[in-house]
Nanobody, 115 residues
Framework: QVQLVESGGGLVQPGGSLRLSCAAS???????????MGWYRQAPGKQRELVAN???????NYADSLKGRFTISRDNAKKMVYLQMNSLKPEDTAVYYC??????WGQGTQVTVSS
């Protein structure tokens, strides 16, 4: 059974950066490499929304509002996906979830942007 575990969240000041990581287990790296991996986020009182995803070929897709500030990447050998977040704003505060093909979700990691 595939498990996803996020890390790297925390409290950061506006304008700061964070790097989220998501580790997959229960799957071979070969099978992992064909999954589309993604990051979603859910702010209080709001629906969960796509942040970015990355396909098996490395093709990436970002929410329009986040282009230029966030970067998604993956390391298939390590079964990891990352989200580099720069120039963070208070409105980026949310729980960030890792997602894999087949409706697989991590437990989420809290990101709080506040001074």
């Amino acid at each position: 059974q595939v498990q996803l575990v996020e890390s790297g969240g925390g409290l950061v000041q506006p304008g700061g950066s964070l790097r989220l990581s998501c580790a997959a287990s229960g799957i071979t790296h070969i099978l992992y490499s064909v999954y589309t991996m993604g990051w979603y986020r859910q702010a209080p009182g709001k629906q969960r929304e796509l942040v970015a995803n990355i396909g098996s070929t490395g093709s990436v897709n970002y929410a329009d509002s986040l282009k230029g500030r966030f970067t998604i990447s993956r390391d298939n050998a390590k079964k990891m996906v990352y989200l580099q977040m720069n120039s963070l704003k208070p409105e980026d505060t949310a729980v960030y979830y890792c997602h894999a093909s087949g409706n697989r979700w991590g437990q989420g990691t809290q990101v709080t942007v506040s001074s």
